[in-house]
C-alpha cells in the first residue's frame, strides 16, 4: 500500500514536471540499453523523486576529493536547495539550454550525467547562494573543487542569470564582480577578468542572450549589450552596442549581430543571416 501511494505521488509530480518526467523516462531507455549500468541510473535519477535532489547527488560525487565528503555534501546542497527555491528554476532553464542549443545533446539526461559545464554552474550556483548567505569559506572550497575537477575558475560572488550554456568549459573564468545576464552561451576558454590590480567594480557585465566565442576576452567593468556576438579568440575592452558583432584584438564592431538571438541559436558568422529570406 505504502509502495503503490508512493508510485502514485511520482507519477504526480513528473506530470507537472515536464523535464524532471522526460529524465525519468531517458533513464529507463538507458537501463534497457545498457543493463549493465543499470545501478549507475537508479542511483542517479530513478531512485529520486524530484530533479533538485538528482543534481545535489551528481554534483557531490563529480566533485569528491579529499577535501569534501560527498554524503556531507549532498545535504549540505540539499539545505540549500530548501533555503533557495529558486535554484531548481535555474536547473531546468540550464538543462533545457543544453538541450536546445548543443546539437550534440539528445536527452536532458546527457548534461545531468555528463556534461562538466552543466555540473560546474551548479556547483556555482550552490556557491553562490552560500556566498549570499554569508558562508563565504565553504563557497571558496567549492570554487575550488569546481576549477581542479572541471576546470572552470567562476568566483562565487559572480551573479549569473538562468538560462546559461556553458559549451564545453574547460578554461573559463569569471571574476568576482562580472555580472551575465539570461539565456547566455559561453563557450570554452572565455575569460570574463578585470584589466589589472583595481578593486571594487572592475569586471564585465554580459546582457541578455549574447554569445561568447571560444578563446575570447572581455576585460574591465564594461558593457556587453543584449543579443551581441563576441566572436572567437577577440579581446574587448571597450563596451558593445546591443545586437552587436565584434572581433579581433583588439576587438572592433564588424556588423550587427549574426542573428536576432546569437546565444540560442549559436550562429558565430560575422554578418547578419536573414533566416526568413534564405539569404
Not at 525519468?24 to 538507458?30: C, K
Not at 539570461?182 to 554580459?206: A, F, M, W, Y
Not at 575592452?237 to 584584438?249: E, I, K
Request: glycine letters at 8%; one cysteine or more.
Amino acid at each position: 500500500m505504502a509502495q503503490a501511494a508512493h508510485t502514485v505521488a511520482s507519477a504526480a509530480v513528473e506530470s507537472c514536471d515536464p523535464i524532471w518526467s522526460a529524465l525519468r523516462d531517458e533513464a529507463r531507455a538507458a537501463v534497457d540499453r545498457e543493463p549493465a549500468m543499470a545501478a549507475f541510473f537508479h542511483a542517479q535519477v530513478l531512485r529520486h523523486e524530484t530533479l533538485e535532489t538528482a543534481v545535489c547527488q551528481r554534483v557531490s560525487q563529480r566533485l569528491t576529493d579529499a577535501d569534501l565528503d560527498p554524503v556531507l555534501m549532498n545535504e549540505t546542497f540539499r539545505e540549500i536547495i530548501a533555503a533557495h527555491r529558486y535554484l531548481g528554476d535555474m536547473f531546468r532553464a540550464d538543462l533545457s539550454a543544453v538541450f536546445d542549443r548543443d546539437p550534440a545533446c539528445t536527452r536532458y539526461l546527457e548534461p545531468l550525467l555528463y556534461f562538466k559545464g552543466f555540473h560546474a554552474l551548479c556547483t556555482h550556483r550552490f556557491a553562490n547562494a552560500l556566498w549570499r548567505d554569508g558562508r563565504r569559506d565553504l563557497a571558496l572550497l567549492l570554487q575550488s573543487a569546481s576549477s581542479r575537477t572541471f576546470n572552470t575558475d567562476i568566483n562565487p560572488a559572480a551573479q549569473i542569470g538562468m538560462g546559461l550554456m556553458l559549451d564545453h568549459a574547460s578554461g573559463i573564468v569569471v571574476g568576482e564582480t562580472a555580472v551575465i545576464g539570461n539565456n547566455c552561451s559561453i563557450l570554452q576558454g572565455v575569460t570574463l577578468g578585470g584589466t589589472g590590480k583595481e578593486s571594487g567594480d572592475r569586471h564585465p557585465k554580459i546582457g541578455d542572450n549574447v554569445l561568447i566565442g571560444a578563446g575570447a576576452n572581455v576585460l574591465g567593468n564594461i558593457k556587453i549589450g543584449d543579443c551581441s556576438l563576441v566572436a572567437a579568440g577577440s579581446v574587448v575592452l571597450d563596451a558593445v552596442p546591443p545586437n552587436t558583432t565584434v572581433a579581433g584584438v583588439p576587438a572592433r564592431v564588424v556588423g550587427p549581430a549574426s542573428c536576432p538571438e546569437p546565444a540560442r541559436s549559436m550562429n558565430q558568422g560575422l554578418g547578419f543571416v536573414d533566416e526568413s529570406s534564405g539569404i
